[in-house]
């Protein structure tokens, strides 16, 4: 195994991706972390923490759905679910460029 940096960097900015295509949030780091979990030090862990928030995310989102039709809350938990996405793929990106461990808040550890 060898260490790359800037792959695991790219692997949580492509998160943001969501952005930009809608899905390519998701699709980019499950495509990264199945192609290099076994090449890249270092790829497995964070790979498996990004897509555990990323699903996490995506259920929160689904909690909201009612929320907003009952008691209008959800439009909030939208709000912070999309400064969730925006926010801890940077932070995280910067942690791991200054060799710090990642962490993903409210994640379900659904891939272990």
């Not at 499950?30 to 030090?41: A, G, M, N, S, Y």
């Not at 995506?58 to 959800?74: M, Q």
Request: with cysteine.
């Amino acid at each position: 195994m060898k260490k790359n940096k800037q792959l695991l960097v790219l692997t949580h900015l492509s998160q943001l991706l969501d952005f930009v295509s809608g899905i390519g949030g998701f699709i980019v780091p499950l495509i990264l972390w199945l192609v290099k979990k076994d090449e890249v030090l270092g790829m497995d862990k964070q790979g498996k923490e990004i897509l555990n928030f990323r699903i996490s995310m995506f259920i929160y989102a689904l909690i909201c759905i009612p929320l907003v039709i009952l008691f209008g809350l959800g439009l909030i938990g939208f709000f912070v679910i999309g400064i969730f996405y925006l926010i801890f793929p940077i932070i995280n990106a910067i942690k791991v460029s200054n060799n710090e461990e990642p962490n993903y808040p409210f994640s379900i550890q659904f891939i272990s």
